[in-house]
């Protein structure tokens, strides 16, 4: 089973060839540097970056996989949740590709492809063995049963899952506002480090000390609420920041607003104490949320952008250990920011259950897609 996966539901233009889980090929354009200098994505300018890419990266990923559009048995697309003018340019092309060589549809929703994504596999792994959607044995993964937990961590998006099996998914918390990996970004922007930040934040944060500085933990005492919440923590760190400036000298004659600047390690030192916090939070919950849960769920399947941060996969091993719970990341991190690859993958569990889309003219983007 070869699919064709498309994915433009934000600023990076993705197409993968998937042949069941192996990732046959995973061409990823990104459009970040366009978009720098706005602080972040400009709608417009990224569906014109997409529409103007997407048949080179289509042309790539299928000379990579080193296959033919005879050989596609299925054509997958992101249609939500993401940036509604950039998805139409996926799905349009989708669309295309589908009528002109008589190629069946699936849609998929891009939370699902990160909540899956520690399933794909190499190119070159063996050959999974895919008994049911409730049993899965395959090479590296050994054996996964469920229900089991999801957590996915990304720039739009921060939920804790209950996957009851594949394809049935009831969500335990939610952000309230910003996304995990929303809330690193801004601190990165506040910190002057550029957009996208969150990987420059976490490479900062390195080098400083997470308990220079306090920030409140979001939610401390209140974790049995069960739900996410970062608008505070960065209303905090704004302050903190400007508080820290306006004691240091000044440094530049043309500071209008008479307030020095930071120097590189106080950047360290706050970039290590706002991640520390962050990531606090996420984990406080999630740890209260799976304390309710029988013992006998065993895994935690994490993806989305920021599961590829060193840190929070350490603190996630951390608190698993707690619970005797195996935690199962992408094999490479290039899976964790938006990428088809997963796409592909979570299209295949639905050609599993023969989920195909019958009516393709009417296949609409649907920006705020729930799992």
Known sequence: MKILAIDTSCDETSVAVTGG???????????????????????????????????????????????????????????????????EVGIKKAKELSAKYNIPLITVNHLEGH??????????????????????????????????????VSGGNTQLILVKEIGK????????????????????????????GGAILEHMAEKGGAKVYQLPIPMSGKEKEHYFSYSGLKTAMYRLIQEQTAKNPIRKPSASNGAGELTKQQIYDLAASYQNVAFEHITRVTSSIISHYPSTISYLLVGGGVAANSELRKRIRKMCRKFNIIPLFPYSKKLCTDNAAMIGVAAYFKTQRKEFSEVITKLERIPRYKI
Request: aromatic share 6%; glycine share 8%; proline share 5%.
């Open 21 to 87: 889980l192996n990732i046959l090929s995973n061409v990823i354009w990104s459009q970040a540097s366009l978009h720098a200098k706005f602080g972040g994505v400009y709608p417009s300018l990224a569906k014109r970056a997409h529409e103007e890419r997407i048949g080179w990266v289509i042309n790539k990923a299928m000379t990579n996989a080193k296959c033919q559009m005879k050989n596609i048995n299925a054509i997958a697309v992101t249609i939500g949740p993401g940036l509604a003018i950039a998805l």
């Open 115 to 152: 909540l899956l994504s520690p399933f794909a596999q190499p190119k070159n792994s063996k050959k999974q063995n895919i008994q049911n959607s409730k049993k899965i044995i395959n090479s590296t993964l050994s054996k996964v049963t469920f229900p089991s937990f999801g957590l996915v």
């Open 169 to 196: 998914y009831k969500i335990l918390a939610e952000t309230q506002d910003d996304a995990l990996g929303e809330a690193l970004d801004k601190g990165a922007r506040m910190l002057g480090l550029g957009y996208p």
